[in-house]
């Protein structure tokens, strides 16, 4: 076995590891109520951001990046939704 060969399954093993998951304590409810709570709170801050806008105490730039991740915020949840219901839907036409 030459060198290159070993240094190439070693960076292969540390990269293996590296990007494995990590095994989590929490369950479902606490990963998706997490979720929920960071997309509500990306909701408020574009809110925020906003009305500081209309009033003249934020920067124009500032209301522009909090609508892009709103945006993309809601992006993200209807297409997590619709995925949920393709499952859903896919689930009911399995046999029995």
């Given amino acids: 076995?030459?060198?290159?060969?070993?240094?190439?399954?070693?960076?292969?093993?540390?990269?293996?590891?590296?990007?494995?998951?990590?095994?989590?304590?929490?369950?479902?409810?606490a990963t998706i109520g997490r979720m929920v709570g960071s997309f509500a709170d990306t909701l408020a801050q574009g809110e925020q951001t906003a009305r500081a806008a209309m009033t003249g105490n934020a920067d124009p730039h500032a209301l522009v990046q909090a609508l892009a991740s709103s945006q993309l915020a809601v992006e993200?949840?209807?297409?997590?939704?619709?995925?949920?219901?393709?499952?859903?839907?896919?689930?009911?036409r399995m046999p029995v």
């Fill in 1 to 29: 076995m030459d060198i290159r060969t070993s240094l190439a399954a070693q960076s292969y093993a540390q990269a293996r590891s590296a990007a494995a998951p990590e095994p989590s304590a929490e369950g479902a409810e």
């Fill in 76 to 92: 993200t949840v209807a297409t997590v939704r619709d995925k949920v219901v393709e499952a859903y839907q896919e689930i009911l």
